[in-house]
């Protein structure tokens, strides 16, 4: 699944810049629906956590993950938890 993201969308999805703990709110709620998500995230927009779940599922596939901070890849590559792909809830 082929993923292009555009310079702004990836800058909606980074400004503010996601706090370790809104990171590991999204990625512990796989299930969610981005709707039902925001709820939880209330400095984030529908279309950011659209933008970082898809982040999450190119990071385990090998795709562009430039809309990813230092702080999410450390913690997605840390293999202290399993975490449950967002888009195609493979476990990694």
């Known amino acids: 699944m082929g993923m292009t993201f555009c310079a702004k969308e990836v800058m909606m999805a980074r400004v503010p810049e996601w706090t370790k703990g809104e990171f590991i709110t999204l990625i512990s709620k796989p299930e969610l629906s ?26 385990h596939t090998g795709g562009n993950i430039s809309m990813l901070s230092e702080m999410m890849m450390n ?15 493979i476990a990694f």
Do not use: Y
Not at 35 to 51: C, G, H, M, Q, T
Not at 75 to 89: A, F, N, Q, R
């Open 34 to 59: 981005d709707e039902d998500l925001i709820k939880l995230l209330p400095k984030r927009s529908k279309d950011a956590v659209w933008i970082v779940r898809a982040g999450v599922h190119s990071f």
């Open 75 to 89: 913690l997605l590559g840390s293999k202290t938890t399993l975490v449950e792909c967002p888009i195609c809830k």
